[in-house]
């Protein structure tokens, strides 16, 4: 079973819009990371939230991280075309550290 | 940013023959992964390796695959012999810390066997 899942399979929206991301996950964690994958390209890490903290920011990315409900957003503001990718979230869990768990992700397209 | 290179970047092959994927880590992890990735879809785990050893392997990992990195060179993953659903890429990661921090990924190899 899923350990971790996005909430949706596809969004579209045009650029200058808000988008937000939405990802759930089973256990209890030690950080939730979010990944962004690119067309032919490896995956590449956007933002790593520890279970200690609720909210962390890199430029137009925004994430928060709720434990009681075990979910996760990932908001994008201001978005551009080169946002378009899939995006990930991924987490490992609490006493084993071995691995990350990805969900299927979420297809952004952004519209010129 | 720090940078994992796989070599090849694709690779076509007959079912039965062998083949390997080479990835060249980040100079000062000690964590390195691969996972297989169908059309684009969910990143799946197959094998982690640490201070000379697998750690843990999944399911997907079959008795075919073998993993190692022979004196700090190249972490290699062999198919031997391939099978038509192994047909996937096949990304390297490698991390300083384990999978609770960054995992830096390669730009992945496409295996087709046919």
């Known amino acids: 079973s899923q350990l971790a899942e996005e909430n949706s399979w596809a969004l579209s929206v045009h650029e200058g819009e808000s988008v937000t991301v939405n990802c759930s996950y089973k256990?209890?964690?030690?950080?939730l990371q979010w990944y962004r994958q690119k067309s032919g390209k490896g995956p590449a890490q956007l933002i790593l939230?520890?279970?200690n903290e609720r909210e962390k920011r890199n430029g137009r990315l925004r994430a928060t991280l709720d434990t009681s409900s075990q979910s996760s957003s990932l908001s994008i503001t201001a978005t551009r075309c080169e946002d378009t990718a899939v995006y990930f979230c991924?987490?490992?869990?609490?006493?084993?550290?071995?691995?990350?768990?990805w969900g299927l992700g979420t297809s952004l397209v952004v519209n010129p | 940013g720090p940078k994992v290179l796989q070599i090849p970047s694709h690779q076509i092959i007959d079912m039965g023959q062998m083949v390997t994927l080479n990835c060249d880590p980040v100079?000062?992890?000690?964590?390195f992964y691969w996972y297989k990735q169908i059309l684009g879809q969910q990143m799946e785990f197959l094998v982690n390796?640490?201070?000379?050893?697998?750690?843990?392997k999944s399911k997907l990992f079959k008795d075919q695959f073998s993993v190692e990195r022979p004196d700090g060179s190249y972490f290699t993953l062999k198919i031997q012999p391939t099978a038509l659903e192994d047909s996937a890429v096949y990304f390297c990661?490698?991390?300083?810390?384990?999978?609770?921090?960054?995992?830096?990924f390669g730009e992945g190899s496409r295996l087709i066997v046919v």
């Open positions: 390796f640490y201070n000379g050893k697998v750690m843990e």
């Open positions: 991924a987490t490992d869990y609490v006493g084993d550290n071995s691995k990350l768990i």
């Open positions: 939230i520890r279970s």
């Open positions: 100079s000062n992890h000690l964590y």
């Open positions: 990661a490698s991390s300083f810390q384990g999978a609770g921090n960054t995992l830096y």
């Open positions: 256990t209890s964690i030690t950080a």
